[in-house]
C-alpha cells in the first residue's frame, strides 16, 4: 500500500516531513553535512543497504537537496554534493541533534559525541530563537496564522 | 522485513529519527503541540487512518512523549498530553517548519500559514544559535568530538 504522502501539503511542517520521513534519510543528509560525499563511504559509514541508500540519493537528487556530480572519468566515478536547500537541512538537524542527545539516552550526559565551534573548541548549544528578538521561539506564545 | 532500529545508536541524529522518522509521526506532534488532545479530533484534522493513529499515539506513549489522561469515566474517555520531553520536540518542529517554508514550495512566500508572536501578532522567523553566544550555528564552523 502507497503510503500518504506529504508534498502538496499546505504545512510546512508535512511538506519536510515528505522528504525527511524516509527511513535513513536524516542518517544520509548526517554524513553529507560532515562532508561524506562518496556511495561506498556513506554505505561503511552508516551500515545502509546499497538498495536503500541508492533509492535514498535518487530521491534526494531529485529534490535538488544533492547534486550527483562526476569526480572521475575511466571508469566514471561521482559524488554526491549538498545543494543550497541540502545545506538548509543542517538546522533541522541541529534541533534534532540537540533532542536527542537530551531526551533519547537513559543516562546524562546524553550522547558520547557533542558538537563544539571548531575555532574555540568550546562545547555548542543549540536553541531556537527569534531572529528579529534573539528570544526563543517558546510554544506558549507562538500561534499560526494564515500569511496575509 | 523489519528496518533498522536507530534507539541504541551512538548518534543523536539517529536517535530521534528512530522516534520521528515513523510516518506521520511528526503531523501528529504538530497537532498535539497545538493543542489537540483528543484521538478523534487528531484523526479529523489530519486524516490518518485510525489503525495508524492508534500505534502511533501507543509509541508516543511508550516513549514517554505523550501521557493518556482519562477525562471522562462513564464512558471511559481519553485524551494525550505532551510531556517535558514531547515539548522538547516543539523546536524540531519549529526547524522542520521554517525548512519546509523556505524550500517545499514552489512559489515565495511559501506556505499559506505563518508563525507569529502571540502577543504582538509579529511573524517569527527561526534561527537556530548558540544559547551562549546567540551566534547562529554554522555548518561549517562546527565539528564533533567525543564528549570529555
Keep these: ?11 510546512p511542517v508535512a511538506r519536510t516531513t515528505d522528504l525527511l520521513g524516509d527511513w535513513w534519510t536524516p542518517i544520509v543528509l548526517r554524513e553529507l553535512l ?33 547534486e550527483r556530480v562526476r569526480y572521475q572519468d575511466a571508469p566514471p566515478r561521482y559524488e554526491y554534493r549538498l545543494t543550497d536547500k541540502g545545506r538548509a537541512l543542517w538546522e533541522v538537524l ?24 571548531r575555532a574555540t573548541g568550546r562545547a555548542l548549544r543549540p536553541v531556537v530563537v527569534d531572529a528579529s528578538t534573539g528570544e526563543p521561539i517558546e510554544l506558549a506564545s507562538t500561534r499560526v496564522r494564515l500569511r496575509r
Design 94 to 117: 541541529v534541533a534534532m541533534w540537540k533532542f536527542g542527545d537530551e531526551w533519547m539516552f537513559d543516562a546524562a550526559p546524553g550522547a558520547q559525541v557533542e558538537l563544539v565551534d
Design 34 to 66: 560532515f562532508g561524506t560525499t562518496r556511495f561506498n563511504d556513506i554505505q561503511d559509514r552508516t551500515g545502509i543497504s546499497r538498495a536503500i541508500l541508492t533509492q535514498r540519493l535518487t530521491r534526494l537528487t531529485d529534490e535538488d537537496v544533492v
Design 1 to 11: 500500500m502507497r503510503r500518504t504522502r506529504f508534498d502538496d501539503a499546505h504545512c
